[in-house]
């Protein structure tokens, strides 16, 4: 039986302009998603990844800023396996999030967290990046895959997805990060992250008291990206 509802009073009652509307940010996510030997040969090639290589990890438009990112990123490193895994799950990743990745190519760097390490809040996208017309505006995807030694040697270190929020895409007066929901990914060692660039996101401060390169969280952290001709 249906029960009649009254929806006058709702009607008649404005809606806050200080509402804030949240809805949940979508995030397609494979556990074990490299077969075991795989995702072990990648890991030993982050651990043996050289002392040189690895430099302070910057941020959008390539600046360096220690309060917002810290953590230490291998720009040249190779993961044909991880891109050949990537591009078999392309079509439902496409689906689940609603775009279209033709024409697009990987770019990519290993991202080394060790103790205290964190990269706050942030778009990998953001509007100012579309306006101004910089590289960062051509992603269309992110894609994070995690690495570790196992059991792991760390604690913390979640990716913090933020659900999407009006007026927070619009224009960020009025809204407090505290006031924002959002779901915790675990960077389990050979799982895989797909999200929207423009998605906000964070990872939480890493700890790692004994230190120690190897011991690190290394993600393999990119982007699906539109090229010139695309
Ligand atoms: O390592 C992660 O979980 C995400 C890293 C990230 O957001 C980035 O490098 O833009
Ligand atoms: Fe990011």
């Known amino acids: 039986m249906t029960e009649a509802v009254d929806t006058t009073a709702a009607l008649e009652a404005p809606v806050s302009a200080d509402a804030i509307w949240q809805s949940a940010t979508k995030v397609c996510r494979i556990t074990d998603f490299l077969p075991a030997p795989t995702a072990e040969g990648l890991l030993q090639r982050a651990v043996s990844a050289e002392r040189d290589d690895l430099l302070p990890a910057r941020v959008r438009g390539n600046h360096l800023d220690t309060r917002t990112r810290s953590s230490l990123a291998h720009r040249g490193f190779s993961a044909p396996e991880l891109l050949t895994a990537i591009d078999a799950v392309v079509g439902q990743v496409e689906?689940?999030?609603?775009?279209?990745?033709?024409?697009?190519?990987?770019?990519?760097?290993?991202?080394?967290?060790?103790?205290?390490?964190?990269?706050?809040?942030?778009?990998?996208?953001?509007?100012?990046?579309?306006?101004?017309?910089?590289?960062?505006?051509?992603?269309?995807?992110?894609?994070?895959?995690?690495?570790?030694?196992?059991?792991?040697?760390?604690?913390?270190?979640?990716?913090?997805?933020?659900?999407?929020?009006?007026?927070?895409?619009?224009?960020?007066?009025?809204?407090?990060?505290?006031?924002?929901?959002?779901?915790?990914y675990a960077p389990d060692h050979n799982s895989v992250v797909f999200f929207l660039p423009s998605a906000l996101h964070e990872v939480m401060p890493v700890s790692c008291p004994g230190g120690g390169h190897a011991n690190s969280r290394f993600a393999i952290n990119g982007w699906l990206c539109r090229t010139d001709a695309s």
Do not use: I
Not at 100 to 126: E, I, K, M
Not at 135 to 143: D, E, G, I, L, S
């Open 95 to 184: 689906r689940v999030l609603g775009v279209s990745c033709a024409g697009t190519r990987p770019a990519f760097t290993l991202n080394v967290h060790n103790d205290g390490d964190f990269y706050r809040a942030h778009q990998d996208v953001s509007p100012h990046d579309v306006a101004s017309g910089l590289a960062a505006a051509k992603r269309v995807v992110t894609f994070v895959y995690y690495l570790h030694r196992t059991p792991a040697p760390f604690t913390g270190g979640a990716l913090r997805m933020y659900d999407s929020a009006l007026p927070l895409n619009v224009h960020h007066d009025g809204l407090r990060r505290e006031d924002c929901t959002y779901r915790d």
